[in-house]
């Protein structure tokens, strides 16, 4: 899945951010990112399914190295 | 008669002496007044007690932070005559004359960093209220594009760039950039 950022600008002045295909805890090296982008506090943070995922690689490195265990 | 004081707004110091002269009526007694008040304001190293601000204008919350956005808002509106005095702003704006503080010294500072609006005190509430409510739109409308013009300028820093814009109903706008 290809990695993005989401960035939208409420006409109120907010600014949400939302990260695709970022999963672990790399994503909230972002949230430092927007920070910088847009002169923001940071008011509010929320975890989506992604976060709570690993990389599909490292799944893959895991399954190589029980294979050749056995 | 005038009095000359640096960094005091108008708004103050003109009502400071409406309020002090009340039925005076003599030269000498306004320039007893004048001279008195330009002594508290001396004492107070030109800068007028929140106490005093507070009982002669009415004190409103307002949504503005970015002082650039606010005095770029209140030009687009038109407005005349803004004397920016670092963390204090003052303008008249159709017959209003208000001042936007930022001053946590002078207990004039919202606890989130907004400015606090002062307005006199015997000011029209409904048309001060519509006037607030455009030009809070404009300011929140203009602290979009801002957000939007420094994101872009930024991104480029970080060798990033937007790959899809996108303008929604609620004119949101919706930046898409991709990550190596």
């Known amino acids: ?70 | 008669m005038s009095i000359v004081i640096s960094a005091v707004p108008v708004l103050i110091i003109s009502t400071l002496i409406s309020a002090s002269v009340g039925t005076y009526q003599s030269a000498k007694a306004l320039s007893e007044t004048s001279q008195m008040i330009k002594k508290r304001l001396e004492d107070n190293n030109n800068h007028v007690d929140s106490d005093i601000i507070k009982s002669i204008c009415r004190e409103y919350d307002t949504v503005f932070v970015n002082k650039d956005v606010l005095l770029k808002t209140l030009n687009d509106y038109g407005v005349d005559d803004i004397k920016d005095d670092g963390s204090r702003i003052t303008c008249r704006l159709e017959g209003f004359t208000i001042s936007f503080y930022k001053d946590i010294q002078y207990g004039t500072a919202d606890e989130s960093g907004n400015y606090k609006m002062f307005v006199k005190t015997d000011c029209n509430e409904e048309e001060l209220q519509e006037l607030m409510n455009n030009i809070s739109e404009q300011y929140t409308s203009n602290t979009q594009e801002e957000s939007y013009n420094k994101i872009k300028e930024r991104l480029k820093k970080h060798n990033l760039e937007i790959n899809d814009e996108e303008v929604l109903e609620d004119n949101s706008i919706v930046l898409t950039i991709d990550i190596d």
């Open chain 1, 1 to 70: 899945m290809k990695k993005q950022l989401k960035i939208k600008l409420l006409p109120n002045g907010e600014i949400q951010m939302k990260t695709h295909g970022i999963k672990g805890k790399k994503c909230l090296k972002y949230a430092e990112l927007l920070r910088q982008l847009a002169d923001a506090d940071i008011v509010k943070q929320e975890y989506t399914k992604e976060y709570y995922e690993q990389e599909e690689d490292y799944i893959q490195t895991n399954e190589q190295q029980n294979l050749f265990e056995l």
